[in-house]
């Protein structure tokens, strides 16, 4: 029978990818925490607890659904502390025949599982992340052969090809883009929203990071994380973070705002 390990990395904890649509029989999957991470430049201590957080709960919340997922602590003894090392011992432990990532956003983690496909003896795999709405060679199978690089020309495409507020091949208002209107600056008597913030316990992943005597900078108050490690913590930041850019586009009068390197166009006056 095949079994296939997947990896998890940390910052592609999203439940809706399609590998978590169905329980496979014979897919396992497997998160790691890895010195190789947090070493290989100095990081901020709340980045680092705040992605030890995020993946523990997620790995929580996949075996509470049923998925089988192993879980490699940073310091358990038998954590080689880099991906390739780790994913060599699992396949010998668990007679895996393949072997799936998802593409890395990183450069650095993305030449790391190369090679390490590259040193495995079994088939392998990397499928999108299913982040974001373009693929990792689309923006310059587009700009191939052109002399300009207008990033509205692309954004044009994208609209057309998705149909983002399209009528026919025609923007639904009339207009590409509000950018003339989008130079404005909040009045100097606004006062910004107090941000959203949570109250999560994370004393023993702290311990956990101090324990490996890990080098980072920076404070944290361990009682009292303020930063979302949980799905519905996100979802509840999402559906904070809505009204609020909505009511600073009202108060600055404009009609565009820049997400995920995608404009999107408000098809309504705001004025």
């Not at 049923?66 to 502390?81: A, T």
Request: aromatic share 12%; hydrophobic share 40%.
């Amino acid at each position: 029978m095949s079994k296939t390990l997947r990896l998890v990395l940390g910052d592609q904890l999203n439940s809706r990818h399609s590998w978590f649509k169905n329980q496979e029989d014979g897919v396992v999957y497997v998160m790691m925490e890895l010195r190789s991470e947090t070493d290989y430049v100095q990081h901020h201590i709340q980045k680092v607890v705040g992605f030890f957080a995020a993946m523990k709960a997620f790995y929580l919340d996949l075996q509470a659904k049923g998925q089988k997922v192993l879980y490699i602590h940073l310091n358990d003894v038998s954590n080689k502390q880099s991906f390739q090392k780790n994913i060599q011992l699992l396949i010998e432990e668990h007679q895996f025949t393949h072997f799936e990532y998802q593409q890395p956003d990183e450069y650095r983690v993305d030449e790391l599982l190369k090679a390490c496909c590259q040193a495995i003896t079994i088939s392998s795999t990397m499928v999108d992340t299913e982040h974001f709405y373009t693929t990792r060679f689309e923006l310059a199978e587009f700009f191939e052969g052109k002399k300009v690089y207008l990033m509205e020309n692309f954004y044009r495409m994208l609209r057309k090809k998705h149909h983002v507020l399209m009528q026919g091949g025609q923007p639904l208002t009339g207009k590409w883009n509000y950018d003339s209107d989008n130079r404005k600056k909040l009045p100097k008597n606004h006062k910004p929203t107090p941000p959203l913030v949570f109250c999560n316990d994370v004393s023993a992943i702290v311990d956990e990071v101090n324990e490996a005597n890990i080098k980072t900078i920076g404070t944290i108050d361990a009682k009292n994380f303020f930063g979302p490690s949980l799905e519905h913590n996100h979802c509840n930041c999402w559906i904070f973070f809505l009204p609020n850019v909505c009511h600073c586009l009202v108060v600055i009068k404009t009609r565009c705002f820049l997400m995920n390197g995608l404009y999107i166009i408000l098809g309504f006056p705001l004025h």
